[in-house]
Structure formats: C-alpha cells, structure tokens
C-alpha cells in the first residue's frame, strides 16, 4: 500500500526551530513531487513549500520565505521540511501530499491528491 507518513511535529516556543520529514512507504519518492500543506483551525488547507521530483523547482508562500526549506533526500526516500524562526501563526496541522507527477506549477491543494494524515505543530510561549 502506498503510503506517506509524517513526523517532527511538537510544540515549540517563537523562534523555535523544527524539522518536519515525509516518509514514503510502498512506493519510491523520487519519480514524484511532494508538496507541503497546513490547516490552522477553522481554516482551509495552504501551501507551504512543493518540490519538484528533481528538486529543482521549489516553490514557497510568501509568509515562510527565508524561514522555511524544503528538501529531498531520495537515498531516505523522505522529503524534509525545515522551519525556524517559528511564529505563533505558523500553528497547524502540517500535510505532506503528491500529485503523482514529477512537476509543479503552483503549491496548491487542489492540485495534490494523496496525503499523509498530518503532524501538529503548534508554537507558543
């Protein structure tokens, strides 16, 4: 069964650092994009960062430019997500997702169709 798995959620304080990781399981990463998503409560689903299947495009949201890196690392079959600087609004439920290709055009949901089950990450003093 095809299967993304994330992890490295927790609570930290403002300015705290975290790294997210999404793990494939059943199938191998490195033939597709991977996207990164969360959901603040009462909220709709966003874009955080997307890769694409090289790594050579990378797109992020406005909001974590400079704070935020995603990476692959296809020997781990696992897509990282780096976050520092954290920020209370940085709080939510964080998703990885594929569309099953290797490009990406934009970093949004509608675009994703296979998703991990999500990982909290909630920063608070």
């Known amino acids: 069964q095809k299967q993304l798995v994330e992890s490295g959620g927790g609570s930290v304080q403002p300015g705290g650092s975290l790294r997210l990781s999404c793990s494939a399981s059943?199938?191998?990463?490195?033939?597709?994009?991977i996207g990164w998503f969360r959901q603040a409560p009462g909220k709709g689903r966003d874009g955080v960062a997307c890769i694409s299947a090289t790594g050579d495009f990378i797109r992020y949201e406005d909001s974590v430019k400079g704070r935020f890196t995603i990476s692959r690392d296809d020997a781990e079959n696992t897509v990282y997500l780096q976050m520092n600087n954290l920020e209370p609004d940085d709080t939510a439920v964080y998703y990885c997702?594929?569309?099953?290709?290797?490009?990406?055009?934009?970093?949004?949901?509608?675009?994703?169709?296979?998703w991990g089950q999500g990982t909290q990450v909630t920063v608070s003093s």
């Open positions: 059943g199938f191998a990463l490195d033939s597709y994009a």
């Open positions: 997702a594929t569309n099953w290709g290797g490009s990406i055009y934009y970093c949004e949901e509608r675009d994703f169709v296979s």
